[in-house]
Each structure stands twice: as structure tokens, then as C-alpha cells.
């Protein structure tokens, strides 16, 4: 959800995150870079833009992102479980599971972390 400070920073992440959430991930995409030109280490705007990369079938450009967004914020657990499904992808299982959980011991209800353990 949304951090930054700025006020304008968090009304653009969260509009940004209203159209991905509609499916319209061109207008979140564009959100979220905006985000990105005014903070690039947003470790928010990052994680969803990974996500973005996950869903258009690109887990290496999801990684990239996710690995920047855990830079700028390693105890992100949504972004270690979106790390783990991008790991998932790119047949990583060992790297998946590691990385579900860390997610997991900083959130135990994070129900996407248990499904990418499960899976990997």
C-alpha cells in the first residue's frame, strides 16, 4: 500500500494502484513510473510494477524490480512473495522457497508467500 511522504507521491500510488487493481495495467504502469521519476528507490511503486512484468509474462524484468524494491526495503514480505512467483517462473524453485520464507516469517498471513512454498 501506499508510503511515500509526500502526499502527491501517495495519490499517485494510489490511483496508480486503483487502475491496476481494474486491470488496466497500462494507466498503473504509467502510475507507477511516475512514482518511480520522483522517488526511484519507491520500494511500493516497484513492488507493483514487478508484479505488472509478472503479469505481461516477464519474470525477468519482475525480478529486476523486486530485487530494487528489497534494496530499498528488505523486510517487504509482499515483495519477497512476488520475488518467489518471479523466481517460480524462471524455474528457480530452491530461490522460491527461500524467498516465500522470509515472507512468511515477517507475515504469517501472507497467503500468496504459503501458495509460491507450495508451489516451488
Excluded: C
Amino acid at each position: 500500500m501506499p508510503r511515500p511522504d509526500d502526499p502527491n507521491q501517495q495519490q499517485t500510488l494510489a490511483a496508480a494502484l486503483a487502475q491496476h487493481e481494474a486491470g488496466r495495467l497500462e494507466l498503473a504502469e504509467a502510475g507507477y513510473r511516475a512514482v518511480l521519476r520522483h522517488d526511484p528507490d519507491d520500494p511500493d511503486a516497484l513492488n507493483l510494477l514487478g508484479v505488472i512484468m509478472q503479469e505481461r509474462g516477464d519474470p525477468w524484468q519482475a525480478i529486476a524490480l523486486l530485487t530494487h524494491a528489497l534494496a530499498a526495503d528488505p523486510d517487504f514480505p509482499e515483495a519477497l512473495s512476488n520475488l518467489s512467483r518471479a523466481k517460480l517462473m524462471t524455474g528457480a524453485p530452491q530461490a522460491a522457497a527461500d524467498l516465500a520464507r522470509r515472507a512468511i516469517a515477517l507475515d504469517p498471513d501472507l497467503a500468496e508467500a504459503h501458495l509460491n512454498l507450495g508451489r516451488s
